[in-house]
């Protein structure tokens, strides 16, 4: 009953949907462009660190230090910044921009927060089914922040999505299989690159269903830098030091993936030289 019930919402959902539009892009063969979203900003403050720092402004400057980087190093490679001062943008427009401009890879970068102050470490999140209630917690504490667009219940680029159904969030993973592959792969490779050098542990590449990478016409993903909720996390995010080495760790995840895409494109005449097996690689 469960199932059927499932399958109802879902073709539901894409009936009444008129933004849910199929996605016509191929992946890239090279990384030419990248848009970094720093989550949040405006009105919308994100997570509360303990009244000492909130989201938004860690995410913007962590942001802004990984966008120095690329541009320095990789000087073929064009940034982009959905926001590069505190300013609210809605959360349509973030991927939207990324779309307009035809760019190659979506990194939006967030802190994640919990009630248990212990909870401790980074995630990376790219989109899919979120198969733990810990996964949908994250996805619903995000796309929360379509509460900071008044018009967000008629706004039809949402369907009528409710952030407070449970139900609600289920829609939104059975999309952009077109980059399902390359977005697992610099996941991976942004969690095992950060690890090597910051002192916020990993917790893993995870999948769930977040408004911020619905429809992004290209690889996609969500960077929880760690929990401003947690005393060690909070002290490394808030000073310069730390939000160097997350930088620079997401850096070193972009300059690999730009190396192995090139590569593998260049060796194989376009194809992909190996396909990942998400079932192994992703922690649910």
Wanted: overall charge positive; glycine content about 8%; proline content about 3%.
């Amino acid at each position: 009953m469960r199932i059927v019930i499932f399958s109802f919402l879902l073709a539901l959902f894409f009936l009444v949907l008129p933004s849910a539009k199929p996605i016509n892009r191929m992946p890239a063969k090279q990384l030419k462009t990248i848009v970094i979203d720093p989550g949040h900003g405006g009105l919308d403050p994100g997570c509360n660190g303990a009244n000492e720092i909130w989201e938004k402004a860690v995410t913007l400057a962590v942001s802004l230090k990984l966008g120095k980087l690329i541009s320095d190093s990789l000087e073929d490679v064009n940034v982009v910044f959905t926001r590069n001062t505190d300013k609210f943008v809605e959360l349509w427009e973030r991927p939207n921009m990324a779309n307009r401009i035809k760019a190659d890879l979506f990194i939006s970068i967030h802190c994640n927060s919990n009630v248990n102050t212990t909870a401790a470490g980074s995630e990376t999140y790219f989109m899919g089914l979120h198969k733990t209630q810990g996964n949908l917690d994250v996805a619903k504490r995000e796309n929360a922040a379509i509460k900071f667009e008044s018009n967000y219940k008629t706004n039809d680029r949402y369907g009528g999505f409710d952030p407070n159904s449970p139900e609600g969030h289920i829609i939104f993973t059975l999309v952009q299989n077109a980059f399902l592959q390359q977005s697992l792969k610099f996941s991976s490779l942004v969690e095992a690159q950060t690890n090597k050098i910051s002192r916020i542990k990993s917790r893993g590449v995870k999948q769930a269903g977040f408004l911020v990478l619905w429809q992004a016409a290209m690889p996609s993903v969500l960077v929880e830098t760690g929990f401003l909720t947690n005393t060690g996390d909070r002290g490394f995010l808030k000073s310069e030091e730390g939000q160097k080495t997350i930088a620079k760790g997401i850096f070193r995840a972009v300059r690999q993936y730009k190396k192995d895409l090139e590569k593998a494109f260049a060796s194989k005449g376009g194809e992909s030289s190996k396909r990942t097996d998400d079932s192994s690689a992703v922690q649910r």
